[in-house]
């Protein structure tokens, strides 16, 4: 990975440390009001496109209500959003994950060091212990779920009955990139708030404060353009190489089912290992191709059924080969050859 590369990943926050929130104010509205009434839902499924967004407006939820814990205080019935000052008490224990009423459940490193591919149900079972526990900080206990799509089948189960009995002043936020597909259980048990990509000016507002850069910066609005609406993509994209593969790939996916070897050669000679940038580049280039196929063929999707289903086990299929390389920092040039000869074989 390129020294620039490292620059733009490592300043990039964690969401738990964003206190700035770009766009959803609708969003961010619905969750003060109802907190504001006293009788807020115990859970909430945030939904929406990856990286627009929604941790940071999960965190920033957690932080109000745990520096908030009366609904009907002034503090809260004055409000005009879910902003809190960064240097405040709860503010600092969240950003350094040592607030007592917060528990966060992701992804973490196994015995090896190496990222698991899914949430445990051992790690989700510490909800129960959480919300039982005297020694937790009095008040409101949050959990956030960032994101419930990793969750293993036992790991879904054993939140759904945490779900179903929830105790006195908690509050689930549960973050998912693909909300429709989340256990219709789950989603029966949470109030649905949905989040639209950002707009270009938002995504260049949000990468712009992330990665400590001018709003004005031509290759910013660039990538802002290219990114769809996410800042996580715009983030991802700047630096140009990043730009410049996912054109690439586009180029090679627009000439299937026909390939040509030689250039999958030098598109996976672009795509050196332990580069997580060029390999979020190239995946997304297939995920948003895939994307469109699909949404253009669902117009007929009588007549092209055979198709819209090869399409989606092939998507399937590329996203488990996609984590795995990144989860065990494979070779990428295998990754690229076996995506596309899909592709060829699924277009044909």
């Avoid at 733009?8 to 770009?22: G, K, N, V």
């Avoid at 619905?30 to 807020?40: C, E």
């Avoid at 029966?188 to 910066?217: H, M, N, W």
């Avoid at 995920?287 to 699909?294: G, K, V």
Wanted: aromatic fraction near 4%; charged fraction near 25%; hydrophobic fraction near 45%.
């Amino acid at each position: 990975m390129s020294p620039r590369q490292v620059e733009r990943e490592s300043a990039i926050p964690h969401p738990r440390e964003t206190s700035l929130l770009f766009g959803h104010r609708e969003a961010e509205t619905a969750l003060l009001t109802a907190y504001r009434s006293g009788r807020i839902p115990h859970a909430w499924l945030i939904g929406g496109p990856q990286g627009i967004g929604k941790a940071t407006l999960a965190y920033r939820m957690a932080r109000f209500v745990l520096a908030h814990g009366e609904p009907q205080s002034p503090a809260v019935q004055g409000a005009e959003d879910l902003a809190i000052d960064p240097d405040d008490a709860v503010a600092r224990q969240v950003a350094a994950s040592s607030h007592g009423g917060l528990l966060t459940l992701e992804r973490t490193a196994n015995d090896r060091g190496v990222m698991r591919t899914v949430i445990t149900v051992d790690e989700t079972r510490e909800t129960i212990s959480f919300f039982g526990s005297t020694a937790a900080a009095e008040g409101w206990r949050v959990c956030i779920v960032d994101t419930v799509d990793e969750l293993n089948a036992n790991a879904a189960n054993a939140l759904l009955k945490i779900l179903e009995e929830p105790p006195q002043q908690s509050l689930f936020l549960l973050v998912s990139h693909a909300p429709a597909r989340v256990l219709a259980t789950i989603q029966s048990r949470c109030r649905k708030l949905r989040l639209r990509s950002l707009t270009t000016d938002e995504v260049i507002g949000a990468a712009a404060a992330a990665a400590d850069l001018a709003p004005t910066d031509l290759a910013l609005r660039e990538a802002a353009e290219a990114s769809e609406g996410s800042v996580a993509r715009a983030l991802t994209l700047l630096g140009g190489d990043a730009l410049k593969l996912q054109q690439r790939t586009a180029a090679l996916l627009a000439r299937l089912p026909q390939v040509d070897p030689r250039e999958l050669h030098t598109l996976g000679d672009s795509l050196p290992t332990n580069d997580r940038v060029a390999l979020a580049a190239f995946i997304h280039g297939i995920d948003r191709w895939i994307a469109q196929s699909l949404h253009a063929d669902e117009a007929n999707a009588n007549q092209n059924l055979p198709r819209l289903a090869r399409l989606a086990e092939v998507w399937e299929k590329i996203v488990r080969a996609a984590r795995d390389t990144e989860t065990y920092n494979l070779e990428r040039k295998p990754l690229v050859f076996s995506v596309f000869g899909w592709l060829s074989d699924a277009t044909r």
